[in-house]
């Protein structure tokens, strides 16, 4: 019996690595997904900074986001779906994405509607995000198409940023005058 | 005395779980991009365009017009240019407007400062007569805004403004006429 035990503790006992990699990777595959879902929507664009603003940190799950770029071409899911060199005035394309996100979002209860006076408008808001050098109407005409009879986003959420990232270092006072 | 010496053996400390594990996190925090955390101001659309037929009376409003003043330079970085597509993001390359200035009317009065602006909102937001009626409490409430962005204004330009209302504490914002829809 003596000898049994002695015979197990003198030999040399290897560490298998092979379930924690394993996990490694797992973990790996993980947050490269998470962090590329969840930024899949945003575009690189530069916000203008505001000193009044409300924290984003707890956005709505299913909120749309669309994003208009300097040139005025709108992009959603990175898809360009309104292109002002192509499309001119028609925003029907925009029209058309509008409609789909609340034709899905209520028939998958990811939105609701007003409850009070029966307008079809949305509860949920949608947030335009655009570059703080992209020309207002380019903006404003995005507005419009949201609030139109038959899309009802009424409550727009327009992105801003703690920060000019063109400006390192600006202080609470902001940078333009 | 056999066993004694099998359990005095110096004992190999394996460094290789810490070691994935640093080059984990490593990976983690390289593959995160550091965006800052974004911010919002959020802004009702006219409940009585698109969605209703009712007739809806004239409310008092304050309009403040953003108006371009000096339109300002586009600054491409070197290597890039207009009309030109980043083959890294396969989006048009980026610019910033230089020496672009804004100049606000609200009601008869020009400004081309917005401290200038802002006091001027400041004082309009605490003058009695800037009460005006709330039809949905009954009450008072402090006159709304319509911000009227001219064509040549910027998406800064009108968060500049709307800054400075929410500053002067005038919370009611709107953006009204479709002056800034069109170049």
């Known amino acids: 019996m003596h000898k049994d035990v002695l015979q197990i503790l003198q030999k040399d006992v290897e560490l298998d690595m092979t379930p924690m990699i394993d996990c490694v990777f797992l973990l790996m595959i993980f947050f490269a997904l998470v962090v590329d879902i969840s930024q899949k929507n945003l575009e690189d664009l530069v916000l203008p900074r505001a000193t009044f603003r409300q924290l984003d940190d707890k956005p709505a799950e299913h909120r749309p986001i669309l994003n208009v770029l300097q040139d005025g071409s709108v992009v959603h899911n990175q898809i360009v779906v309104y292109d002002p060199k192509r499309h001119g005035d028609d925003f029907e394309p925009v029209r058309a994405l509008l409609r789909s996100l609340r034709q899905a979002g209520l028939s998958q209860k990811k939105l609701a509607l007003e409850a009070d006076d029966g307008s079809g408008r949305l509860r949920d808001p949608i947030l335009i995000r655009a570059d703080k050098w992209t020309e207002w109407h380019f903006v404003a005409a995005v507005m419009q198409q949201c609030n139109l009879r038959d899309i009802g986003f009424w409550k727009v959420e327009l992105a801003l940023s703690e920060i000019d990232r063109e400006l390192p270092g600006t202080g609470p006072a902001g940078g333009r005058k | ?183």
């Open chain 2, 1 to 183: 005395m056999n066993f004694l010496e099998t359990v005095r053996e110096p004992v190999k400390f394996d460094m290789t779980p810490m070691i994935d594990v640093v080059f984990l996190m490593i990976i983690f925090f390289v593959c995160i991009d550091f965006r800052v955390l974004e911010s919002k101001l959020p802004a009702f659309m006219p409940k009585d365009k698109g969605s209703r037929t009712t007739v809806v009376e004239p409310q008092e409003q304050l309009v403040v017009r953003v108006h371009p003043a000096t339109p300002g330079t586009p600054v491409y970085a070197p290597g890039a240019g207009p009309d030109r597509l980043d083959p890294e993001t396969r989006r048009p390359f980026r610019f910033q407007l230089q020496g672009h200035q804004v100049r606000w009317e609200v009601g008869p009065r020009s400004f081309e400062d917005q401290q200038a602006l802002l006091a001027e909102l400041r004082r309009i937001a605490e003058d009695p007569e800037s009460q005006v009626p709330d039809k949905a409490t009954g009450r008072t409430k402090l006159i709304p805004v319509v911000v009227e962005a001219m064509p040549g204004t910027y998406y800064a330009d009108v968060a500049q403004t709307m800054d400075a209302c929410h500053e002067a504490g005038l919370r009611e914002i709107n953006f009204g006429g479709s002056a800034g829809t069109r170049r």
